[in-house]
């Protein structure tokens, strides 16, 4: 099992809509989550932390499942701008400071 | 501020040169780390380095090699440059240790070895 998994889609949504993309991890012991974004030819950057207790920022809300060992995020009333791929990424236990990527869900917002 | 900086932008070798690509930053964080990035593979770890004269190898470190003299710089030498080393080179940087730190990545240096 890889040791971050994301569906790569790519997800083709209308304006408005709502888009939820998941994530799994292989170790149990990891301890920080994340979701970044990066935009075509750019670099990632971060969009959120991950917190087990659920977090929300604007029309974006990410999810923790310890026990299920998966993350989620929602995106609400989509805009043009929020096509990109997202990326979950995870600390590795090596070094905290490291972090291991998934290979990212590309998002397409049509007008 | 500048933030992180990568140079070259682009760069294009034949199999067997050498080259340096640079990393700077003026964000005085302690860590700092290069991945690189294929099609269809994600990010993956090369080195990193969690403060002066600290390095370690991360997920993928052969054929390169790092050194951090200074908190600012982080440069990444590939030795003999090989066809397998095409791709996308990321620097980022974030604060030592700890949980939960943002990591902030350079705009990406996209090599060419032919």
């Known amino acids: 099992r890889k040791e971050v998994e994301q569906d790569p889609g790519p997800f083709n949504v209308p304006e408005g809509a709502t888009v939820a993309f998941n994530c799994t991890y292989s170790?149990?012991?990891?301890?920080?989550f994340f979701w970044y974004r990066q935009d075509c030819r750019k670099e990632p950057k971060l969009l959120m932390s991950?917190?087990?207790s659920g977090n929300e920022d604007g029309r974006f809300t990410a999810q923790l499942n310890r026990a299920s060992q998966y993350i989620s995020l929602l995106i609400r009333d989509s805009k043009l701008s929020d096509s990109a791929t997202y990326l979950c990424?995870?600390?590795?236990?090596?070094?905290?400071?490291?972090?291991?990527f998934g290979k990212g869900t590309k998002l397409s917002v049509k007008p | 501020n500048a933030g992180v900086t990568q140079t070259p932008k682009f760069q294009v070798l034949k199999t067997g040169q050498s080259m340096t690509l640079q990393c700077a930053q003026d964000?005085?964080?302690?860590?700092m780390s290069w991945y690189r990035q294929d099609p269809g593979m994600g990010l993956r770890l090369i080195h990193y380095?969690?403060?002066?004269?600290?390095?370690d190898q991360g997920e993928v470190p052969n054929g390169y090699n790092v050194s951090r003299s200074t908190t600012e710089d982080f440069p990444l030498r590939l030795l003999s440059a090989a066809p397998s080393q095409t791709s996308v080179y990321f620097c980022?940087?974030?604060?030592?240790?700890?949980?939960?730190?943002?990591?902030?990545f350079g705009p990406g240096t996209r090599l060419t070895v032919l």
């Open positions: 990424v995870v600390n590795s236990l090596r070094s905290q400071g490291n972090l291991i």
């Open positions: 980022a940087t974030g604060l030592a240790g700890g949980l939960d730190n943002e990591q902030f």
């Open positions: 964000m005085n964080h302690e860590y």
């Open positions: 170790n149990s012991a990891s301890q920080s």
């Open positions: 380095s969690v403060g002066a004269g600290i390095t």
């Open positions: 991950v917190y087990s």
